[in-house]
């Protein structure tokens, strides 16, 4: 004969005798196929990635130009001080549209490449491109700089991953 304790030991608890409820899976459709299909492409995303970082570029020039201020403001006219400030504006501004552009796309391209040959998506992808990245933009200087440019860059891209918590 069992007791009272042993039965409610055996009880199930309450969640489990619920009916669960399954959803259908949804299959995407032809055009979320297609789309995906294209953004997988190393060319696209490398290629969208430098027109987004070249516009990130811009708009950090023409905001970091125009704090730039001319050393001799007080032999400058407003008029001239005015056309200092656009040209400066200009100038930073395409320089970094540049360097932001090109870095975008060398990262994308990189990461891609290394993520389709390894056939994973980890950390180690964002590492070889932080890598390459930082060595290709720092290459002018030296192989010493190319080496630091690396090490860095490789470092400031886990660092981010990790804040976009992107791998796990």
């Known amino acids: 004969m069992s007791t009272d304790s042993e039965n409610e030991a055996i009880k ?11 959803e259908p899976m949804r299959l995407p459709t032809i ?25 990130l570029g811009l708009a950090m020039g023409l905001f970091l130009g125009a704090l730039d ?15 200092y400030t656009a040209k400066q504006m200009g100038r930073r501004s395409w320089n970094s549209c540049k360097t932001f552009a090109v870095m975008g796309f060398i990262f994308s391209a990189t990461e891609c490449v290394v993520e389709k040959v390894r056939a994973k998506h980890d950390m180690t992808n964002t590492v070889a ?12 200087g030296g ?4 080496c630091m440019g690396c090490a860095g860059f490789a470092a400031f891209s886990v660092v981010i991953e990790k804040f976009l918590e992107r791998h796990e």
């Open 143 to 146: 192989p010493k700089a190319a």
């Open 129 to 140: 491109a932080g890598c390459v990245t930082g060595g290709a933009l720092s290459a002018k």
């Open 31 to 55: 055009e979320e196929v297609r789309g995906q299909d294209i953004w997988n492409n190393c060319a696209v995303r490398s290629v969208t990635s430098g027109v987004m970082g070249g516009a």
């Open 12 to 22: 199930l608890p309450s969640s489990l005798d619920e009916p669960r409820v399954v």
């Open 69 to 83: 201020n001319p050393i001799t403001q007080d032999e400058m006219t407003g008029r001239q001080q005015f056309v």
